[in-house]
């Protein structure tokens, strides 16, 4: 299991900009998918964005065209970039690592950073 130290989540107007930052930390050098989810509260948990092992992505449908995901393979470290932010995005955002072709859940999580977004 790898450790996941996630940054960047905060307090933003309507129509700002964040960016998430999460750091892993592991020895094993094959390559692995990599994830944000979020939950707001009441919520199910929703994966927003995912980086594949061939660094192909998937975003839900709910950010495209405002949210990008990247990763810089040197650092181990996947950002999650949000544009033009609105009120229902505001959650908790988790990311994951080294999701499992068995059942597709992720072994790895972060413990979370809040993303507030007042109207």
């Known amino acids: 299991e790898m450790q996941l130290v996630e940054s960047g989540g905060g307090s933003v107007q309507e129509g700002g900009s964040l960016r998430l930052s999460c750091a892993a930390s592991?020895?094993?050098?094959?390559?692995?998918?990599m994830g944000w989810f979020r939950q707001a509260p009441g919520k199910a948990r929703e994966e927003v964005a995912t980086?594949?092992?061939?660094?192909?992505?998937t975003l839900a449908d709910s950010v495209k065209g405002r949210f990008s995901i990247s990763k810089d393979n040197a650092k181990n470290t996947l950002y999650l970039q949000m544009n033009s932010l609105k009120p229902e995005d505001t959650a908790m955002y988790y990311c994951?690592?080294?999701?499992?072709?068995?059942?597709?859940?992720?072994?790895?999580w972060g413990q979370g950073t809040q993303v507030t977004v007042s109207s």
């Open positions: 592991t020895y094993n050098s094959r390559p692995f998918s």
């Open positions: 980086m594949h092992t061939r660094g192909d992505t």
């Open positions: 994951a690592a080294d999701r499992r072709v068995s059942d597709g859940k992720f072994n790895s």
